[in-house]
Structure formats: structure tokens, C-alpha cells
């Protein structure tokens, strides 16, 4: 099967990405049959040097079956060669990652759970905050009371 995808080059902590037509069973960064285009995610997304297409190229790919990529097919939507993908559905990334650990195999039921269960254990935490200044005010007052008391 033939999939148009990015493979990574550039250096460390500088991608560069080649879009390229490969065998899904070719490595990432392996062998591939025809470079299309680049990528350069580090340039901002106005200037025209951030990506570079052989348009007839892709069209040609496209018409002998190569699919795309996610990352693929939102570029060429950028470019207007291709319609630009639905957006996906995660409702995983809407939950803090220290609660996803909490929620088994069970999925949304317990997502939902997760979420509703947020601001209740928040609300108590602030309310604690505001009662804890209180109740150590009294004793400090009682402990200056108390040693002026003792210095008479």
C-alpha cells in the first residue's frame, strides 16, 4: 500500500520533514519511491518557505491510490490540493493526564465521571485555603496574649 507521509530529518531539536511517497512496510526515515515536497514546522505559518510541493506530483500520487497521511492530508487542506480532513475526536485530551491514569478501560462513562467530579474537589481545596488563615490567627493571638500576660 502506498502512503504519502513525512519522513524526519533536520538535526537535533531542528526537524525538517521530507513529504515523500513510501511502502507502508518501508521504515519512517527509510526508502522511499519519489520526494514530493518539505516541511520546516519552525517557521512560522505566513511565510512561504515553510513548505514546498510538487503539486502535479501529489496529484499524480493521489490518483494512483496513495493515501495520505493525518499530518499529510492537513497540509495538502492548507494548500487547497486536497479537502482538508474532519477534525478527531479525543475526548482523553480534555482530562488532566494525572486523572486518564484513574479511568480504566472504561472510556467515556468514566471520563464523564472525571469531569464532573473536577470542581467538586476543587471548591472544598479553596474553602480549606480561606478556613486555615482563621484558624491560626486565634492561636497566634492567644499565644502574644499569653506572653504578655507572662512578661507582667
Do not use: C, H
Amino acid at each position: 500500500m502506498l502512503k504519502m507521509r513525512l519522513s524526519m530529518g533536520g538535526t537535533k531539536k531542528r526537524p525538517v520533514y521530507k513529504i515523500v511517497v513510501a511502502d507502508s512496510r518501508f521504515p519512517r526515515d527509510g526508502r522511499f519511491i519519489e520526494k514530493l515536497g518539505f516541511f520546516n514546522p519552525l517557521i512560522p505559518r505566513e511565510k512561504k518557505e515553510r513548505m514546498g510541493l510538487d503539486v502535479e506530483r501529489v496529484k499524480y500520487w493521489l490518483g494512483q491510490g496513495a493515501q495520505p497521511t493525518t499530518r499529510v492530508a492537513r497540509l495538502l487542506g492548507e494548500n487547497e490540493i486536497m479537502p482538508m480532513p474532519a477534525k478527531g475526536n479525543n475526548p482523553q485530551k480534555a482530562i488532566p493526564k494525572k486523572d486518564r491514569k484513574k479511568t480504566d478501560e472504561g472510556g467515556e462513562a468514566k471520563a464523564d465521571a472525571t469531569k464532573t467530579e473536577e470542581p467538586k474537589t476543587e471548591a472544598p481545596k479553596e474553602e480549606a485555603k480561606t478556613e486555615a488563615p482563621k484558624a491560626e490567627a486565634p492561636k497566634e493571638e492567644a499565644k502574644t496574649e499569653a506572653s504578655k500576660e507572662e512578661a507582667k
